[in-house]
């Protein structure tokens, strides 16, 4: 039935894909919540010890994501998946981002670029709860993590993408987005043609009584929602006052690509800052997690990830 739901979902939200195109989708790759649940509980395992940049745990996470990729039919953007970090402390170890790409099927848009990113890394270690001093950051930020592997997933098996697509996975985040910096600053360099950047925040726990599914950090610089939702056909995406307080938008990985491009790079997020009361603490586990709702958000997404993706022209734009 799940599979049925999705697929009458991509044609009635009106997705750009050919209908040869259609016809050709696989949609046994829809999101289920064991799927999501199998990459969360690997990356918040206490085996990877956190993930903190630099250490062995997140270079198995790392190796883990490649793997993925690989599968999926993702390529590496650059020679490899391993994007080394030239701003992070050599004494802290190597550090770098894992960034796959699938080039778009127009000969025309292929030349766009969307990028989709979250953060990979964690802090590590936290104040003690007994014996437990693993931060495993589950929601900070396993559950963004998935979600962009799971929609690398989607494009790479089904190829509908008319524009290009940067897979990125960004380590040292927690460090004041080195790995984010660095990469919005090399594909400055190589003038990389960046249409929007969509970064995928802490969404493992769904909002309580909110009229959207998730908010949008920056919400009044641009267009963003509004075009979310009319291929939602929901509210998928939509304003928190404290968003604005608290200067998310400024605060997570989508920001250095704004200040790069000064294009729409904009974080997707459902930690509303009441309820989820594991930030940076070793409570950040797998079991916290609501994987229904998050094989839910992320089935949601694809038809609007791909509707932006082929759309004839570029309807995100800053206010």
Known sequence: ?????????????????????????????????KSVEKIVSF???DDLQGRMSGSEGIAEAATFIENSFKSSGVKPYFLSYRDTLTNFDAKKGVAYNVV????????VLKNEFIILGAHYDHIGKAKANGDDVIANGANDNASGTSAVMEFARY??????NKRSIIFALFSAEEMGLLGSKHLATKL????LNLYTMLNFEMIGIPMKDKDYLTYVTGFNESNLAEVSNKYAGENIAGFLPKAGE???????????????FNVPSQTYSTFDFTNFAH???VGDETEAMDFDHMASLINKFV???ESIANAKTKEIKYN
């Open 1 to 33: 039935m799940r599979k049925i739901l999705y697929f009458l979902a991509i044609i009635m939200l009106g997705s750009c894909t050919t209908q040869a195109q259609q016809n050709s989708v696989d949609h046994s790759v829809a999101v289920t919540p």
């Open 43 to 45: 990356l918040a395992s």
């Open 100 to 107: 796959g790409y699938i080039e778009g099927n127009d000969p």
């Open 155 to 160: 494009f790479g098996k089904n190829k509908t």
């Open 188 to 191: 400055k360099e190589e003038s």
């Open 246 to 260: 608290f200067r998310l938008f400024m605060r997570s990985d989508n920001y250095p690509f704004h200040q790069e």
């Open 279 to 281: 930030y940076h603490q």
């Open 303 to 305: 038809p609007v990830l």
